[in-house]
């Protein structure tokens, strides 16, 4: 860890690997594609297909990637059915769906003002001489 980042997750060991779990965890749930997927989730068991028409934009790769993740961090739960071919459900767990309000909040939150950080941008990049994204 470099001089920088032990001053942003703390001083002392304890306090770093904390800190540092703490902005891990919210990078992970405030992630591009963590929300959409914790969302679909939380409703009942989703399947791969499933989620990846739900995550528009999303691909094969970084959707497997996520998945990955998120059930590494005890968000989601893999269940395996042994059939054939093999049936595979993603259910949030309950420290997810304990997000799920928040989650809900935040996207309602970004679809009210999207037009308004829209024109702020488009005004702040005329005012600096920035193209428009």
């Not at 304890?14 to 914790?38: F, M, N, P, S, Y």
């Amino acid at each position: 860890m470099g001089e920088a980042e032990a001053d942003r997750c703390g001083s002392g060991a304890a306090e770093q690997a904390g800190a540092c779990t703490v902005r891990e965890a919210l990078d992970r749930v405030g992630g591009k594609w963590a929300i959409g997927i914790l969302i679909a989730a939380s409703a009942g068991p989703v399947r791969f297909t499933e989620l990846e028409r739900r995550v528009g934009g999303i691909s094969r790769r970084m959707l497997t990637l996520t998945l990955r993740n998120l059930e590494r961090d005890g968000l989601l739960h893999r269940h395996v059915h042994p059939c054939v071919p093999p049936k595979v459900e993603y259910t949030a767990t309950p420290m997810a769906r304990e997000l799920y309000e928040s989650l809900v909040a935040l996207t309602s939150w970004a679809e009210r003002h999207r037009e308004a950080i829209s024109a702020a941008r488009a005004e702040y990049d005329s005012r600096h001489g920035h193209p428009s994204a």
